[in-house]
């Protein structure tokens, strides 16, 4: 990522990527905190505008997700595992809203977003009888 791949766009910033494994583009909204946050280190490293702001390969980044997990006393975590908890907790902690992991995660649909998060049949039969009396 470069800096000069976040773009102002009107009130906001934003970054655009195409992701590698499926060559689907993406957008994300880039909080000016955040924004502002990699300007000043940029500035603070000599980073130019078109240099990698940070120059690591995945094989580093799933290097440093197990250092951190081992760190936080935690076995067997590895890029897809944290990817899989991350939409999970993105699930519960909105509400239950499938399609908004499914786009998320770029699902073609919420079937698939069902199983990749491990919501099961019995799940959503426990969540029906919990409600029964409202019928």
């Given at each position: 990522m470069k800096l000069?791949?976040?773009i102002k766009d009107g009130s906001?910033?934003?970054l655009s990527i195409t992701e590698q494994k499926?060559?689907?583009?993406?957008?994300?909204t880039v909080p000016i905190e955040?924004?502002?946050?990699?300007?000043?280190?940029a500035l603070e490293n000599g980073i130019r505008?078109?240099?990698?702001?940070?120059?690591?390969?995945?094989?580093?980044v799933e290097?440093?997700?197990k250092q951190a997990a081992a760190y936080l006393g935690l076995e067997n975590v590895g890029t897809?595992?944290?990817?899989?908890?991350?939409?999970?907790?993105?699930?519960?902690?909105?509400n239950y809203n499938i399609v908004l992991v499914q786009e998320l995660l770029q699902h073609s649909s919420a079937a698939i977003t069902q199983r990749y998060i491990g919501i099961q049949q019995k799940d959503l039969?426990?969540?029906i009888n919990k409600h029964i009396n409202l019928l």
């Open positions: 000069s791949d976040i906001r910033y934003r499926t060559g689907k583009k993406r957008n994300y955040i924004y502002i946050y990699l300007q000043e280190y505008q078109e240099d990698r702001l940070f120059p690591i390969t995945s094989r580093a290097k440093h997700l897809h595992s944290f990817r899989k908890f991350y939409a999970t907790e993105i699930y519960k902690n909105n039969e426990d969540a």
